[in-house]
Nanobody
Framework: VQLQASGGGTVQVGGSLRLSCAAL????????MYWYRQAPGKQRELVAS???????TYPESMKDRFTISRDSAKNTVYLQMNNLKPEDTATYYC?????????WGQGTQVTVSS
């Protein structure tokens, strides 16, 4: 499975971005897709996850401004980010899990400027 992430960029405080990540290759019906992020000098943290049936979960700190969704027919996951803050600046990674194996994308940079 290969993951292709896109949609990152530089946005001003309060702006929005929508990230996309497509899973290519042999995928499986039962899978979970995730978004993580990693800021410089910090550990990678979970932003959101979504099952192939569309059920999404978020850490408490991510619930208000981030929305994960997916198009299962296209094996693509999205992350809608609203009201962005400087602390959201990070490299955002998608992850695809299936049959006990994690597959990671290359990351896409999001920079929020004040």
């Amino acid at each position: 499975v290969q993951l292709q992430a896109s949609g990152g960029g530089t946005v001003q405080v309060g702006g929005s971005l929508r990230l996309s990540c497509a899973a290519l290759g042999k995928t499986f019906t039962a899978n979970i897709m995730y978004w993580y992020r990693q800021a410089p000098g910090k550990q990678r943290e979970l932003v959101a996850s979504i099952l192939n049936n569309g059920a999404a979960t978020y850490p408490e700190s991510m619930k208000d401004r981030f929305t994960i969704s997916r198009d299962s027919a296209k094996n693509t996951v999205y992350l809608q980010m609203n009201n962005l803050k400087p602390e959201d600046t990070a490299t955002y990674y998608c992850k695809f899990w299936a049959r006990g194996v994690d597959y990671w994308g290359q990351g896409t940079q999001v920079t929020v400027s004040s």
